[in-house]
């Protein structure tokens, strides 16, 4: 009896690979005062060793056959492409002169006050259209990273603008993988399920797009843009990319449709060859992604060894162990999601993994189900939207070529959702959901 209560409670040693990789950047930082010095795929390398290890009583080749199960699971695969082809086409783009066109015809027609908050609202309609964040990144960051580049906006700066918005569609979307999730295992329509989380996060969404348009009052173009009639045909693939992410076309066909249209575009042109546009499409898929794509099989493998080792087991017996309110119910729910999305590093899986838990919770304290939905995807989306090592950042750190830490401290709208989720259980809002 004692032996099968303390299987259910789980293990919380398991967790130790996530704690080690917080530990190695806390203290790079102590020791340097610069996160970049701890790269995320030796904090990985690390913590995956530690993985492996921690795996008791089982033969080596055994504890390699789990982690590999989980490296390479049917999710970490599909983020992998889309990585790919997110790399190849922003390489490509780039080198036939697409992103530089687009940038132009950015900064020219618009008033550079209002670079930050309209790419804001532009990655808040397209997720919302797409349903993804992370294609929504995928097709917004390389201009976001052009546009730093002529302004004087930091790279991790605009990134954060683009990540922001692409959350709020992650978030909202009825097509979002998220919303589709949560309202089935909680059991309600998502009319009702976007009715309760607009009151939460929309009032924040509005209070970004006037911080934004406050902070970039200084915002000056470094060069003087100038925009002709042959850059017309260069910028194409880049309306086409969001014409189609706006008309909620899947991901890949999306990022398909860009790599053959800048690779047309730059064919017929008289500076852009086949051998420039293979050396692009390298460049972009092993040196601009190449890492990342690595952190992210390695995350998938130490995932699966955490849950083979009760780690998930023993967060879900911590987080529910001592509820006795509604309020606790739904802080309970709220730190559930948190948590298991911090370790699957996906909030689709998070939301899947942690529903039908919810859903009990829900039942047995009486909670709305349409705001425990609500606080699902609010929460999963608050730390998805944050993590260094989730598909979001690593995606606009690999098109950018930086750390994806160096972005996680401009994420102003995914901090600002999970506060006012926070609140939303706190205060018991909506009063007519709570």
């Known amino acids: 009896m004692d032996s099968q ?60 056959r789990i982690f590999s199960k989980g490296a390479g699971n049917e999710t970490i695969m599909l983020m992998v492409v889309i990585f790919i082809l997110a790399g190849a086409f922003s390489a490509i783009a780039g080198s036939m002169g697409a992103v530089d066109a687009t940038v132009n015809l950015i900064l020219y027609t618009m008033p ?33 990273v052009g546009i730093s580049g002529q302004t004087d906006i930091a790279p991790a700066m605009i990134l954060g603008v683009v990540i922001g918005g692409s959350m709020f569609g992650d978030n909202l979307s009825f097509i979002s993988d998220t919303t589709i999730v949560v309202t089935k295992t909680q059991g309600c329509k998502m009319t009702d399920k976007f009715r309760v989380n607009s009151m939460i996060v929309i009032p924040m969404a509005i209070i970004m797009v006037m911080i934004y348009i406050f902070m970039g009052r200084d915002i000056t173009v470094t060069d003087k843009v100038a ?5 017309w045909i260069k910028v194409i693939p880049y309306l086409v990319v969001l014409i189609t992410a706006l008309a909620g076309v899947d991901v890949i066909i999306v990022l398909l449709t ?65 509820i006795s309110s509604k309020r606790g119910a739904e802080f309970s729910i709220a730190g559930l999601v948190m948590f298991t999305n911090f370790c699957t590093a996906n909030n689709t899986i998070a939301c899947i993994i942690t529903g039908p838990i919810a859903k009990d919770i829900s039942t047995r304290f009486e909670l709305d189900n349409r705001k425990t939905a609500s606080l699902m995807d609010t929460f999963s989306c608050f730390v998805q939207g944050m993590i260094p090592y989730g598909a979001q950042l690593l995606i606009a750190a690999g098109i950018a070529n930086i750390n994806p830490v160096e972005i996680v401290p401009r994420l102003y709208y995914p901090f600002l ?10 205060v018991r809002y909506p009063k007519r959901y709570s």
């Open 112 to 144: 550079p006050q209002a670079i930050m908050a309209g790419l804001f609202v532009a990655a808040c309609v397209i997720s919302m259209s797409m349903g993804t964040s992370s294609g929504t990144v995928a097709a917004l960051a390389p201009i976001a």
């Open 417 to 426: 959702i999970g506060i006012a989720a926070t609140i939303a259980i706190a």
């Open 227 to 231: 925009f002709d009639s042959a850059d």
């Open 258 to 322: 860009g790599i053959v249209l800048s690779s047309f575009f730059g064919l017929i042109s008289p500076d852009f060859s086949i051998w420039d546009l293979t050396l692009s499409a390298r460049t972009g898929i092993v040196s601009d992604m190449g890492e990342l794509i690595i952190v992210t099989i390695m995350a998938g493998g130490v995932f699966e060894v955490i849950k083979y080792n009760k780690g998930i087991d023993w967060l879900i017996h911590i987080l529910t162990r001592k």
């Open 5 to 64: 209560t303390n299987r259910n409670r789980g293990n919380g040693w398991a967790l130790l690979p996530f704690v080690l990789f917080l530990i190695l950047y806390a203290i790079t930082y102590a020791i340097t005062r610069d996160l970049r010095n701890m790269p995320v795929s030796v904090a990985f390398t690390i913590a995956t060793a530690v993985a492996i290890l921690s795996v008791r009583r089982t033969p080596f080749p055994e504890r390699l």
